[in-house]
């Protein structure tokens, strides 16, 4: 079985996505658990303060007007709200907020309150760019209401400014900063999730390769094994009334096949299993086994010629190809040609290359050709593809049918 491991300090979730990581402290994990209680807490911080002002100048002496009490009284309703959904809508909510700095004669230093959490949660649910563009409307904006505002018997409205700025300042500092940590962790966890899709479909990909693979290996042995037996099992039928001795002969070649066969997908499907012991493992066939390849066709009544020449490649791979190569196209004269005189097997080898051509003089049906070539030959081109080589599959120059094979490699020394 498969396991899924995760990064430190992170945890997948039963699909394999990646969750958040957990923030440390029981404060900031109540927070993060409960982010609208969070955002209640944010507009009370503006609210409570505004209300108490709100109170506190209607029970002033001098009261100011009913209906300025009034607007201030909305604003104050209007800007609560913004502020709660200042996550999902931080620009708006600046611009609003600057409605309250332009109030700045009675209620101004409230609404500055709503002003630094509107330009802190710019800068840290959008971007760098609209903080600092924010801040710098903020400023001016501020700067504009002190002006307008200005009492010659209080303070100047420069120094009031200043101290306006510098609080927008921090506030922007403060929140590009966290914006930024944020951020970043989001563009980590993003390539992580990534990563992780990217490694499940590298795996999957990997899965149906290798089953690819097995079925191409497995029609390799089932096509090879299946006609040698039945051509066997007929010759047997054929001359068990003339000889019996060499009728029994054949079939015990029959059985022989069959318990090779009934090994190498033995072989072959203990590769898929998972809960069980994996089953026992053999060298794949290589060149060494092509004697006895060609000699389990002539057992059938194949006249197979083997010619070998030059330095024979030592790359197990390799091997591999070429004798699944030989035993594919054997399978196809065996099944397909009709009588045969002559099938000849020349490979020839020489350092990082190798050809292989398998040729016979017998008659082909084209139908059966294409219907019965279909797989095989498919599985051959792929087989030589992997190697950089060439694979020609068509009729010989005067009858029968010839495979030419050639492989590019880098031989073992």
Known sequence: MSTTTSPPGRTLAPGGDLRLPTPPGIVRRFWTRHPHLADGLVAAIYVVPMVLTLVLNLLDDDPAPLPDALLNAGLMLLLAVALFFRRRMPRLVLALTWIGLLTFADYGEVHLIAQLLALYAVAVYSDVRSAWTGFSASVLLAGLAAWL????????????????????????LVGVNMGNSKRYVSSLLDLAAQLTRERDQQAQLSRISERARIAGEMHDVVAHSLSVMVALADGAHAIAPKDVERSRAAMLDVAATGRRSMSEMRRLLGVLEVDTDPAPRAPQPGIDELADLVESFRSTGLPVVLERSGREPSNVSVQLTIFRLIQESLTNVLRYANTPTRVVVRLQSSPGAAQVTISDNGRHAAVASVRGFGRGLIGMQERVAIYGGTFEAAPGLRDGWRVHATLNFEDEQ
């Open 149 to 172: 505002t200005d009492n010659p018997d209080e303070v100047p409205w420069i120094p009031v400014a200043v101290q306006v700025a510098i609080m927008l300042l921090a506030a922007t």
